[in-house]
């Protein structure tokens, strides 16, 4: 395994700092390799059995993560957020057969553990592997399964080898200039690429480390920026909106503080969610850093970034990674012409390899010459690619057109008094669909008479929202994506307008 061949090379350095207590890359090997030996017992090789488990961010998440890995198997991260209900889907529909949990989840697993008959061992003292001779890991062998989010069927396996991570790891590291000397805050869920391959992996193959917060709190994270130890930050939009403000509640000394400590960090990641292009200008004005949005998904790793060195573009994310083909295509898989929308397709050495257990779906999932069919619309507009939302949510068919709920979001958030939005479309036996928009904001505050004027001002008639409705706050998942399923039933009651 080429991450444990890398981490060979770093013994002595620091790996990861996890409840104030530093580990080096030596204890991180040793503690993986004492996992390791006791998933195996007397066996020689797990032969990819599945084992899930659940561990807070943490040093004992790598080390469970990187022990399976090490015996055998493959690793199926469970999420805590998740109802049990979600976690019994992951578990059966993956065959798993053991879960690893800290001491804290023990008796909290231990319920669905014994329904779905799946023994379940507490992580303890991790001891030293006394030397016990582990299988060698080829590259082709299955690493993870990660499952989607699920937002228009059942959450699917994505399965992903050995070599598929370590395409996603060196591409990241070269596009982004990733170096032992860097330090990055990890506050992102570790059951999705973006945590586990953006943040921690990147940082340990190089000989970084990665420094675990047990959840985000814009107070702590703030912190941890303006120390001088950090030298990136990897985030969803909903984490910059929070922090921002956290700065505009503080005093204006404070803020000078604040804005003086995090300009000096030489990048700054927004993914997993479009980026409002408020929230970009804002955090610059705020710290001089102009966030690289990129876009990837859990099949594919990264396929999009914004340029580290030269131009990023507002709402945009940039151009494929080294390695990575994009293109953009029709119903009908032909090229679209350039600055005409197309579904997005990708081809590379980081695509994943099934989804699991579900060969239909997997089948389904690529063209005829193996392209990758994402479901995501985008256009190539001004040399960098903009996404326009999932073909299955973001994008509205309405006479016709097929509008970006995106783009409306974008103009919505513009307007006084309307604090975050999310567009959909409803269901319309004339138009096919109309444009809906749901608005966080006070209802007093909000005239859609007025807002309509202001609207015709920015957007063609046919891009208005027909429908409003107000709320508190909108629906989002662990990433912070606004679950748009969800949103529908607003418009099925009396109070939309």
């Known amino acids: ?16 700092i996890s409840g104030g207590v530093s580990y080096s890359y030596k204890s991180l090997l040793e503690a993986s390799a004492s996992i390791a030996t006791q998933l195996l017992k007397s066996k020689k090789d797990l032969h ?31 999420c805590a957020s998740h109802p049990l209900a979600s976690m019994k889907y992951v578990l059966e529909d993956s065959q798993a057969e053991m879960i690893l949990v800290d001491e804290e989840y023990f008796g909290f697993l231990k319920p669905l553990a014994e329904e779905c008959g799946i023994p379940l061992s507490a992580i303890g003292p991790v001891m030293r592997s006394d030397g016990v001779a582990l299988p060698v890991i080829n590259t082709d062998r299955r690493a993870m399964i990660l499952y989607t989010s699920g937002t228009t069927s059942k959450p699917k396996g994505v399965v992903s080898c050995h070599h598929h991570v370590d395409a996603q790891i060196q591409t990241l590291i070269s596009a982004w200039e990733w170096d032992k000397n860097d330090r990055i805050i990890n506050v992102l869920p570790l059951h999705h690429v973006h945590g586990i391959i953006n943040v921690m992996l990147c940082a340990l193959w190089v000989g970084a480390c990665c420094e675990f917060l047990p959840k985000f709190e814009p107070e702590k994270v703030w912190a941890r920026l303006v120390s001088g130890e950090i030298s990136l930050f990897m985030g969803v939009p909903t984490m910059y909106y929070q922090l921002i403000k956290f700065w505009e509640a503080v005093s204006r000394e404070e803020q000078k503080m604040l804005s003086a400590g995090v300009s000096s960090l030489r990048l700054m990641v927004s993914g997993s969610a479009a980026l409002p292009e408020s929230v970009l200008n804002k955090w610059e004005s705020i710290s001089g ?8 998904m859990t099949e594919i790793g990264m396929g999009l970034t914004n340029s580290y060195r030269g131009e990023r573009r507002a709402g945009h994310v940039g151009n494929p990674f080294k390695g990575v083909e994009i293109r953009l295509v029709d119903q009908q898989l032909c090229d679209v012409p350039i600055g005409e929308p197309g579904e997005i397709i990708v081809k590379g050495p980081s695509v994943f390899k099934e989804y699991w257990n579900n060969p239909q779906a997997t089948k389904k999932a690529f063209t005829s010459d193996g392209w990758f069919k994402t479901g995501d619309m985008a256009v190539l507009s001004h040399g960098s690619y903009k996404i326009l939302g999932r073909t299955s949510v973001d994008i509205i068919k309405s006479g016709g057109y097929k509008i970006s709920a995106l783009e409306i979001e974008e103009v919505l958030r513009n307007y006084s008094g309307i604090k975050d939005c999310a567009v959909v479309g409803i269901p319309d036996e004339e138009w096919g669909e109309v444009v809906a928009a749901v608005l966080v904001g006070e209802r007093e505050e909000l005239n ?20 409003y409705q107000i709320v508190e706050d909108l629906p989002r998942n662990v990433l912070g994506k606004v679950v748009k399923t969800s949103l529908k039933n607003y418009f099925n009651t009396e109070n939309s307008s």
Request: overall charge positive.
């Open 1 to 16: 395994m080429k991450i444990i061949e890398q981490a060979k090379k770093n013994t002595s350095r620091a790996a990861i």
């Open 48 to 78: 990819e059995k599945r084992i899930g488990f659940l561990i807070a961010p943490s040093f004992n998440y790598t080390v469970v993560q990187w022990g399976i890995w090490r015996a055998g198997g493959i690793a199926v991260p469970l």
């Open 289 to 296: 850093q102009i966030l690289l949005e990129r876009y990837g």
């Open 448 to 467: 859609y008479d007025m807002l309509t004027t202001w609207l015709k001002e920015k957007l063609p008639s046919y891009k208005l929202p027909r429908k």
